[in-house]
């Protein structure tokens, strides 16, 4: 294993011991948005066996920003339980992130400020037509100037308990996404069109929560290589929003690719856990679709140690920027191969759901391979039992 994986890094004013990041993986762990003791349990544990840095998930800048009702909204009552988990953390000798988001139009939560979901232009909501919010409508310039303030109070809040690092999600078809992307960002004013106005948003959200976290707290943007559709955010635009990522001063991009709400899977791989997808269902209606429909809309696509590889090399070679991979990083070798591809850091996600101790496991055993097989039960499960591998 290269010492490289293992040597320290600094992001601005934090040091990081060693190259590996827990990605964000939403734990559900949080019911009515209150997290409870397994969500501190889960972070500690993390850094307790050699993650540098662990991410926080789903932290919702405000209501509207809402998937479901059991996710955190990162405002002043949040603070006592921010803390609670920053220093749950910090005690094993960890660093924590969080992950700042909107979800844009695919909501189904019932705990909104605008009885239409918000996007950047009307489009359908499949997730919430049981729900009564069919529709997304385009959000006004008041909004979008709104919404930047609550990124940067969520932003405020988290460095004031005790969070090391911010990660805003422009990636995964959330709302800054659906801005960058132009098969669904239909707008003629300043924020559509051209990639600079459809950026702008997500530029306008990573000055300002600079502007309230100061100059030693990083910010780290998560970021779509692309969309995995046609029309839709590209690997040249990716390249491009990297440029302008680093002209505004983001410490780090993470690439990810897909879209939640039409190619879900694409940022993951491997197997559509349709049984228990259909199980956690709350609703009868919405089970009844994805039993009989599942199969039919949700494109599986197949894994591959490594699969953002190939197209994360191709902006590697772009870029001077601090750049972390992730998808797909199960063995000791592949950490390896993303390290020798020139990648700053390495973020992990379901191999670190299946075992905490991967990071130990690898600097122990040049041989050692995860036992996720990607049957993807741990996001089939995340909403109902709180996210746990069940292998
Ligand atoms: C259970 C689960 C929940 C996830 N939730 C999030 C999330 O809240 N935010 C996000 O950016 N990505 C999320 N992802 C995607 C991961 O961050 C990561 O991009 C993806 O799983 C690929 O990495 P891996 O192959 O190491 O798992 C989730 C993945 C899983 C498995």
Redesign the pocket.
């Given at each position: 294993m290269t010492p490289k994986a293992f040597s320290s890094i600094k992001l601005r004013g934090l040091e990081l011991k060693n190259r590996f990041i827990k990605?964000?993986?939403?734990e559900g762990m949080s019911k009515n948005g209150v997290p409870d003791e397994r969500l501190f349990k889960f972070h500690a544990e993390m850094t307790a066996h050699d993650v540098a840095l662990t991410t926080v998930?789903?932290g919702a800048v405000n209501e509207d920003g809402l998937t479901n009702e059991d996710q955190m909204v990162i405002d002043d009552s949040a603070m006592p339980y921010l803390k609670q988990l920053s220093d749950a953390v910090h005690e094993k000798g960890g660093k924590i992130s969080i992950?700042l988001t909107h979800c844009g139009y695919f909501t189904r939560s019932t705990r909104y400020q605008s009885r239409k979901p918000l996007g950047p232009s009307r489009t359908l909501n499949k997730y919430g037509i049981m729900k009564r919010r069919p529709y997304s409508r385009a959000m006004t310039k008041e909004e979008i100037q709104l919404t930047v303030k609550d990124f940067a109070n969520a932003a405020m809040i988290s460095k004031q308990s005790g969070f090391d690092a911010i990660e805003v999600?422009l990636?995964?078809g959330y709302l800054l996404s659906q801005f960058l992307s132009p098969a669904i960002n239909k707008r003629d004013d300043a924020y559509g069109g051209s990639l600079q106005n459809r950026a702008r948003f997500a530029l306008e959200v990573v000055d300002a929560v600079r502007l309230v976290v100061g100059e030693d707290v990083p910010v780290l943007c998560?970021l779509n290589l692309e969309d995995g559709f046609k029309n839709g955010f590209s690997l040249t635009d990716c390249i491009d929003t990297v440029k302008m990522l680093e002209g505004h001063g983001v410490d780090a991009v993470i690439l990810?690719g897909g879209f939640t709400s039409l190619t879900p899977f694409y940022?993951?791989r491997g197997e559509i856990p349709l049984k228990e997808m259909v199980e956690s269902e709350p609703n009868y209606l919405q089970k009844a679709a994805l039993r009989f429909f599942g199969r039919a809309i949700i494109r599986k696509y197949e894994f591959s140690g490594n699969f953002f590889l190939p197209l994360t090399k191709q902006l590697r070679k772009r870029t001077d920027m601090p750049l972390v991979y992730?998808?797909?990083?199960i063995s000791a070798e592949g950490i390896q191969e993303v390290m020798d591809a020139g990648f700053d850091m390495i973020a992990?996600?379901?191999?670190l759901?299946a075992e905490p101790d991967f990071i130990q496991k690898v600097k122990n055993d040049a041989d050692h391979k995860s036992p996720c097989d990607q049957c993807n039960i741990?996001?089939g499960y995340?909403e109902k039992t709180g996210?746990r591998c069940v292998l």
């Open positions: 990605t964000a993986t939403y998930a789903y992950q999600h990636g995964h998560k990810s940022l993951m992730v998808g797909g990083v992990i996600g379901r191999a759901i741990c996001v995340m996210v």
